[in-house]
């Protein structure tokens, strides 16, 4: 699986239009084939930074989704960041859910 995170920083006068663009892609995006989930996420406060998020089953699915035009509207929104844009592509080989916490939630000597 692949894990695409964008973290921008926009202006003030930025942030409407940048919020725009990204929640433009998100619905195209979230029915591509190959795309497990998509979504945006704003800091509050002082923190004003915005994250985009998109979840793939695989490399080749999040490959074709870069050279879509939903991605250039992506890679538009990021001339919209007041500083340097933070871009990570993440590949996981190994996911956990709740059987990672329960046996940590159990008191020692516990069952």
Request: net charge negative; glycine share 8%; proline share 6%.
């Amino acid at each position: 699986m692949m894990l695409f995170m964008l973290k921008i920083l926009p202006s003030p006068a930025n942030r409407r239009e940048l919020l725009g663009i990204l929640r433009g892609v998100v619905g195209p995006t979230a029915i591509q084939p190959g795309c497990l989930a998509c979504a945006i996420y704003e800091g509050s406060g002082e923190d004003q930074t915005v994250l985009y998020l998109e979840h793939w089953e695989s490399l080749a699915s999040i490959e074709r989704h870069i050279q879509s035009t939903h991605y250039h509207k992506i890679l538009a929104a990021m001339e919209l960041s007041t500083v340097q844009p933070e871009i990570c592509f993440y590949e996981t080989s190994r996911i956990w859910g709740m059987e990672l916490l329960d046996p940590s939630r159990t008191p020692a000597g516990g069952h």
